[in-house]
């Protein structure tokens, strides 16, 4: 009995060319990609195209098609979902849809290139590795992608983090993939920070209808010598602003311009919600943290900065609460010992 796996190509370099010494979008890459893997025994595909984009591109309305897309695709009986995307935002849409498909009762898995198909690259492995991972029937919404050197390694989507600057490396929160491909079978990473197979099956989660991302959130990463006195939100605030913490949870709170402690509170009294991550709440807390904890409305824990804003913008585009949406765990996303 074939499976029946649906195709939803989006663009990005796995559906590009080079021309002239530029990459663009190009629909024969699509072609070709399907011609590749057409006779793959066991398997049969079915193609969509809800939109054409360098993933750099992407607007909200280009992801709601995409996400309306899969759901049609999940309620026309398909058993798996394949998600072709470029890799320039490939985290934030796959920690978006790892919310919003939460409760998909099937593998969603995405799939992504470092080179147009014609130049060679990890293209086809990650699309093979998907195929391979679909095979194991483990619903939720995944990512396959092979790092220079590496196997092709299966990421929760919901963990995903920014990929490395110029190499575009992939991984996961603390480095904690959720398995790997290794000669055609998936091998899952038995640590205690990943949730168990049996988990994902159980999975109770229940996604509402009518969740969607508001624009209206600002993000900040924060680094050494940032003088908040330029950041000044008053003729057109946001609703929301999502502040990077380094990685130990601190940021300066040295009295004067670099305190960021004083700048959050300023946009709370402005009236503008601000959230803090990543906070881990196993480790002991530095000198200065609790005043950045407090200036906070909200402090967002054990979870990656990619996905604390895609969890406040749709909270604000939901009208729901922050802090609710930030405290569940409804992808598993949390970095806590599952055993």
């Known amino acids: 009995m074939n499976r029946k796996v649906a195709l939803v190509c989006t663009g990005g370099t796995i559906g590009s060319s080079e021309r002239s010494g530029i990459i663009d979008t190009d629909v024969s890459a699509r072609e070709t990609l399907i011609n590749r893997f057409a006779e793959r025994r066991g398997y049969s595909f079915s193609t969509f195209a809800p939109v054409n984009e360098l993933s750099e591109n992407m607007s909200a309305e280009a992801l709601e098609k995409i996400a309306d897309c899969v759901r049609a695709a999940i309620a026309g009986g398909s058993d798996a979902i394949i998600i072709t995307h470029g890799t320039d935002t490939l985290t934030f849409t796959a920690n978006l849809f790892s919310q919003l498909l939460a409760d998909a009762p099937v593998p969603v898995i995405f799939v992504s290139a470092d080179k147009p198909l014609d130049e060679g690259g990890n293209g086809y492995d990650n699309f093979a590795a998907a195929l391979n991972f679909a095979a194991e029937k483990i619903r939720g919404v995944f990512v396959a992608y092979k790092n220079p050197g590496e196997s092709v390694k299966i990421h929760l989507a919901s963990r995903l983090v920014e990929s490395e600057q110029l190499t575009g490396y992939v991984s996961s929160l603390a480095s904690c993939e959720f398995g790997q491909i290794r000669d055609g079978r998936f091998l899952w990473n038995d640590s205690p920070l990943n949730p168990a197979l049996s988990d994902l099956v159980r999975n109770p989660f229940k996604v509402l209808p009518g969740e969607r991302v508001s624009t209206e959130v600002v993000s900040l990463v924060g680094r050494s010598l940032t003088d ?49 991550a990543p906070v881990c709440d196993l480790l002991t807390p530095y000198s200065g943290a609790d005043r950045i904890y407090s200036a906070a409305k909200y402090v967002a824990k054990n979870v990656s900065f990619e996905l604390s804003v895609v969890k406040t913008m749709l909270a604000v585009g939901s009208g729901k609460n922050v802090g609710e949406l930030l405290n569940e765990n409804r992808a598993f996303e949390k970095l806590i010992e599952y055993r």
């Open 228 to 276: 908040f006195r330029y950041l000044n939100f008053d003729k057109q605030p946001p609703k929301a602003l999502v502040y990077k913490l380094y990685h130990s949870g601190t940021a300066c709170t040295a009295a004067g311009r670099y305190d960021a402690a004083e700048f959050l509170e300023r946009l709370g009294k402005a009236g503008i919600e601000t959230v803090v």
